[in-house]
């Protein structure tokens, strides 16, 4: 029988990297725009504060995915090392495991140790690393694949909110690159929401309120700094 229902799982991984790292990208340098802007600051500084700090966001997005998801890594190959000794030397009591996990998830006992017995003659660590460590193919860690992509979308992220001080007087800039930085946000939100299968409103909502908050924040920050220079 064909499998025809679509799912959204597989794409936990790199969606997660991608929205966190666009999101960041829009969020830190909009706001760091809007700080310089207020301390009064010419185009030209605002540019080029903007331009440094997407160049140390994208690496330092880069290496803290790297480093994190690594970090993950390591922990799941460590426990399925374990497993595999522990299959090894108790498989009877590997599979009283795994059967005591399926009868807690609704089996009778008979079920729970013919699918037990089946599963792990098919593939006893990954039956094992499934559904007793929790750990699967969609939401394995991917180091190198979650680097990449929160540095790239950190770096178009970024871009957005330069262009604007690139085509904009300084005299409208606060304007022109809080509002955009908000639609940015709200396209952002709506179509990662699509991707993943979530509501679309209240994505867009809930990175419109954090990206408005903390534009306000550094803004005032910058204020404070030009009022006190």
């Not at 909110?161 to 690139?166: E, G, H, M, S, Y």
Request: hydrophobic share 60%; aromatic share 6%; no cysteine.
């Amino acid at each position: 029988m064909r499998h025809i229902e679509r799912h959204k799982t597989h794409r936990i991984g790199w969606l997660r990297a991608a929205v966190l790292g666009a999101n960041d990208g829009i969020v830190s340098t909009a706001s760091l725009v809007l700080g310089v802007a207020a301390a009064g600051a010419a185009s030209k500084d605002i540019l080029i504060a903007g331009v440094a700090a997407l160049v140390a966001g994208a690496m330092s997005m880069a290496a803290g995915e790297y480093v994190s998801v690594s970090s993950q890594a390591d922990t799941e190959t460590a426990d399925l090392e374990r497993e595999r000794k522990e299959l090894a030397a108790d498989p009877a009591h590997e599979h009283d495991e795994l059967r005591d996990i399926y009868i807690a998830r609704g089996l009778d006992a008979e079920l729970a140790a013919a699918v037990a017995t089946q599963l792990m003659a098919h593939d006893a660590l990954g039956a094992h690393g499934r559904d007793e460590l929790g750990i699967s193919d969609a939401l394995a860690a991917r180091p190198v694949q979650a680097a990449l992509s929160s540095a790239a979308t950190f770096a178009i992220g970024a871009v957005l909110p330069l262009l604007v001080v690139f085509l904009f007087p300084v005299h409208w800039l606060m304007w022109s690159v809080a509002i955009s930085a908000l639609l940015f946000l709200a396209l952002l939100g709506s179509v990662a929401a699509y991707a993943g299968g979530a509501s679309v409103t209240v994505a867009a909502a809930r990175v419109t309120f954090w990206g408005a908050l903390a534009m306000a924040l550094t803004a005032g920050v910058g204020a404070l700094f030009g009022v006190a220079a």
